[in-house]
């Protein structure tokens, strides 16, 4: 079993910076990416950024050039960061963190705000 937390989202001014995490632990080893998802009041979830296991990187055009997806592991413990620089009020929405993996794993936590006013 596969535990997902969310962390860092906020309220922040247009042109400003947050960064998430989510912490992935238990049997991290079916993990093969995770990604960060956000989904706006009156929008479908789209996918935002996502990272492999062996660190390749994809970006939703609206974001790229601006956020930045990392991930951190350790003693069977992945962090994966999501560095948001120069925010627009339409980057608000609750992001979540998703993992997919072997078996058929496909997990969501449990979402995080993030507000960036005008």
């Known amino acids: 079993q596969v535990q997902l937390v969310e962390s860092g989202g906020d309220l922040v001014q247009a042109g400003g910076s947050l960064r998430l995490s989510c912490a992935a632990s238990?049997?991290?080893?079916?993990?093969?990416?995770i990604g960060w998802y956000r989904q706006a009041p009156g929008k479908e979830r789209e996918l935002v950024a996502s990272i492999t296991s062996a660190g390749s990187t994809n970006y939703a055009d609206s974001v790229k050039g601006r956020f930045t997806i990392s991930r951190d592991s350790a003693n069977a413990r992945i962090t994966v960061h999501l560095q948001m620089n120069s925010l627009k009020p339409e980057d608000t929405a609750v992001y979540y963190c998703?993992?997919?993996?072997?078996?058929?794993?496909?997990?969501w936590g449990q979402g995080t705000q993030v507000t960036v006013s005008s």
């Open positions: 238990g049997s991290t080893w079916i993990i093969d990416a």
């Open positions: 998703n993992a997919k993996g072997r078996f058929g794993y496909d997990d």
